[in-house]
Structures are given as C-alpha cells and as structure tokens.
C-alpha cells in the first residue's frame, strides 16, 4: 500500500470541511493498517466538527481527519502485530483509546484516563480526537485499539462495537442488578444501547426518557418510554416506580437539565451514571443525593471485548440503531442527515470504500 494515495475526508476549520486525496499510511510498529468499511458519526463527532471542542483539545489543529467509531479489514501488519495474533485479512472494529500502556492508571486497566494523554511521544492515541481518525480509506492503528470481530457480525455493526461497548460500561459502572429498575435519559442511539445493556445485565424494567419518533424505538426494543415533551420525566419514572424512583439511572445526553434530571429520578440511595461531554456547566441537585452514588463515565475501558459476543448473539441489537449509510463523497449530506436528524436519523455510517 505503501506510495498509494486514498481519499480522506479533512477539517479544514470548524464546521468547514472536504475531501482530499492523502497519501496511504504505513503501519508502524504495534499497528495495523485496516482498509476502513464503515464509520458510524456520533455527537461527540458533531461537537469537534463545529469547533466547540477546541478548547479540549479536538482537534489538536486542522487541517485533521475525524472518526472514532469504525470497522474494517486488517490489510498489513507493523512490526509486532503478528506476534500479538493479528493477521492479513482480520475483520476488526476500531475504538478510540490507546494508552501509554506503562501508567498507573493503565497498569491498572483504566486506560481511558492515561496519564499520558496527549502524549502520541509517549505512546498515547485518541483516534478521532487529537490523533488522525478513520474517515479515511485507510487507517493505521495501535493493536490496543482494535478488536477482532466474529464472521457472525458484519462490518456494519463493527462499526457499533465502539458506542456499544461505551453504553455496557455505563451499566457496568452503576452496578444494575437483577430485579433492578434503570431509567434512561435520552432517546438517541447510545440511550437505546445502554437500554439494551441494562436488559441484557439483567435489569426487569427498562424506563427510557426523550422525545420524538426516537421512543418508538425504545418502545420496539422493550423499553417503557416517557415522552418528556408531554410530562415531566423524573414524576413520570417515580409513578412508575410507585413513587420511589429507579434503582439506576443513566444520564446519555449530558446537556441542560439531563444529568440533574437523572438524579432527580433515582431513589434514595441509588445510583447515577453520567455518559457524555457536557458542553457547558451542568449543576446536580445535591439536596436529592441522598446516599446515592454518582458514577463519571470515560468511554470504555474493557468492554469491546464483553460487548461483541453480545451483538454477535443477538443480545444487543445494533442495527435496530443503524438508519442511514452513506459513501464517504456525500460526507455532507449523511453529517446534515445526522445533526437535523432527517428521516428519524439515530446512527449514520459512513463508508470511505463504497463505491
């Protein structure tokens, strides 16, 4: 591949954006090179898209090249990669994270929070982010950040491991036992994927909170839905739950009132996990935190590997949340389909290969 050219769709200043002809990367030690099948755009996408990430970080600078959320097939191997079981050929979703792999909060399996972050020196990648992301013909990434897929699963929903696997570990940190209740809010994709985790974790009922044509598909999937445009979310979960609230919630839409509203639909001593990055200040009310435990999530250390025999058995139904595809020279349509939410848009893939 080495001396090819590829196309690659490339920021060129916030909300400005086209695509160019790049030059093929080359695997480095530790990667692999995928031709990249599918690209699934997230809101996290649209907040780097329109700069309102800067000060974060996202993107370091432009010109830059985004996507985290992806799938594709292992097409040469950096040095090392074969000796760590990759091959030629291997079907694979990609995922953001790669840490140092020497800190401590590596070391100890929590790699999202790298000490090292921002270090591509010292090992770090955040693929997507500050490091060169997939939307792009081919990719080379760290081995760390890259997971192989049964046959049993398509590309397509390869490129759903990342957001699903974000949603389990959401669930995994709020501890959802069986029996429990877990409220949801937000109605988009990653509220639908962490309903289906929490069901799959063994939760008996399911109680998601939004607006719009998004809940009917919660209602398909097996969530009670609210509909918080007609009542008031949080009295409509505690009636529910004969006045007490859900054992669990999780916040997935980190905007305005939604973190303090998932508090305010938990009982007493229950816990609350919040997904997302907030654009601006978000207040809880502590006067409800009655020995309730509050759970910060950081992507998803850990979980690609639980969450793919779930979607490869069924378990997690990702193309429930899958509704549109484009290739990667109608970037700007299937990213307008995303953000207006045209057609009942939850997740977009973009694929750089399609003809």
Same mark, same amino acid.
């Given at each position: 591949?080495?001396?090819?050219?590829m196309?690659a769709?490339?920021?060129?200043?916030?909300?400005?954006?086209?695509i160019?002809?790049?030059?093929?990367?080359?695997?480095a030690?530790?990667?692999?090179?995928?031709?990249?099948?599918s690209?699934a /755009?997230c809101?996290?996408?649209?907040? /780097?898209?329109?700069?309102?990430?800067?000060?974060?970080? $996202?993107?370091?600078?432009?010109?830059?090249?985004?996507?985290?959320? $992806?799938?594709?097939?292992?097409?040469?191997?950096?040095?090392?990669?074969?000796l760590?079981g990759?091959?030629?050929?291997?079907?694979v979703?990609?995922?953001? =994270?790669c840490g140092?792999?020497?800190?401590?909060?590596?070391?100890i399996?929590?790699?999202?929070?790298?000490?090292?972050?921002?270090h591509e020196?010292?090992? =770090?990648?955040?693929?997507?982010?500050?490091?060169?992301?997939?939307?792009?013909?081919y990719?080379?990434?760290?081995?760390?950040?890259?997971?192989? /897929?049964?046959?049993?699963?398509?590309?397509?929903?390869?490129?759903?491991v990342?957001?699903? &696997?974000?949603a389990?570990?959401a669930?995994?940190?709020?501890?959802?036992? #069986?029996?429990?209740?877990?409220?949801?809010?937000?109605?988009?994709?990653q509220g639908?994927?962490?309903?289906?985790?929490?069901?799959?974790?063994?939760? &008996?009922?399911?109680?998601?909170?939004?607006?719009?044509?998004?809940?009917?598909t919660?209602?398909?999937?097996?969530?009670?839905?609210?509909d918080? &445009?007609?009542?008031?979310?949080?009295?409509?979960?505690?009636?529910?739950t004969?006045?007490?609230?859900a054992?669990?919630?999780?916040?997935?839409?980190?905007?305005?009132t939604? #973190?303090?509203?998932?508090?305010?639909?938990?009982?007493?001593?229950?816990?609350v996990?919040?997904?997302?990055?907030?654009?601006?200040?978000c207040?809880?009310?502590?006067?409800r935190?009655?020995?309730m435990?509050?759970?910060?999530?950081?992507?998803?250390?850990?979980t690609? %590997?639980?969450v793919?025999?779930?979607?490869?058995?069924g378990?997690?139904?990702? %193309?429930?949340?899958?509704?549109?595809?484009? #290739?990667?020279?109608?970037?700007?349509?299937?990213?307008?389909?995303?953000?207006?939410?045209?057609?009942?848009?939850?997740k977009?893939l973009?694929?750089?290969?399609?003809?």
């Amino acid at each position: 591949m080495q001396g090819q050219s590829m196309d690659a769709l490339v920021l060129v200043g916030p909300n400005e954006f086209e695509i160019q002809t790049a030059d093929v990367p080359s695997p480095a030690p530790g990667e692999v090179l995928c031709k990249v099948h599918s690209v699934a /755009i997230c809101g996290t996408d649209k907040e /780097i898209i329109s700069g309102n990430f800067l000060k974060r970080g $996202w993107p370091g600078a432009y010109p830059y090249t985004p996507g985290h959320e $992806w799938s594709g097939e292992v097409v040469s191997l950096g040095q090392g990669a074969d000796l760590l079981g990759f091959e030629v050929g291997d079907r694979v979703a990609g995922t953001a =994270h790669c840490g140092c792999g020497y800190c401590r909060q590596c070391a100890i399996g929590r790699y999202t929070l790298c000490e090292n972050y921002g270090h591509e020196d010292r090992g =770090h990648r955040h693929y997507g982010h500050y490091s060169t992301g997939a939307l792009r013909q081919y990719h080379n990434s760290s081995i760390k950040s890259v997971f192989k /897929i049964p046959n049993t699963m398509t590309l397509e929903e390869g490129a759903l491991v990342d957001a699903s &696997s974000i949603a389990l570990h959401a669930v995994k940190r709020g501890k959802v036992m #069986p029996g429990d209740t877990v409220a949801i809010v937000g109605s988009g994709a990653q509220g639908l994927l962490a309903a289906q985790c929490a069901a799959t974790m063994g939760a &008996s009922q399911v109680i998601v909170v939004g607006r719009g044509e998004r809940l009917q598909t919660a209602a398909e999937l097996g969530a009670t839905i609210v509909d918080n &445009s007609k009542v008031d979310g949080p009295q409509a979960v505690r009636d529910l739950t004969d006045g007490k609230g859900a054992h669990m919630s999780i916040d997935t839409a980190a905007r305005g009132t939604s #973190p303090a509203d998932a508090v305010q639909m938990t009982r007493k001593g229950g816990r609350v996990a919040l997904i997302g990055v907030p654009l601006e200040g978000c207040e809880l009310p502590l006067q409800r935190i009655e020995e309730m435990d509050i759970f910060g999530v950081r992507a998803n250390p850990g979980t690609c %590997a639980e969450v793919i025999p779930l979607i490869a058995a069924g378990r997690i139904d990702v %193309a429930a949340v899958t509704t549109h595809t484009f #290739p990667l020279r109608d970037f700007g349509r299937a990213y307008e389909t995303f953000t207006q939410r045209i057609d009942g848009a939850l997740k977009v893939l973009v694929q750089p290969n399609a003809e």
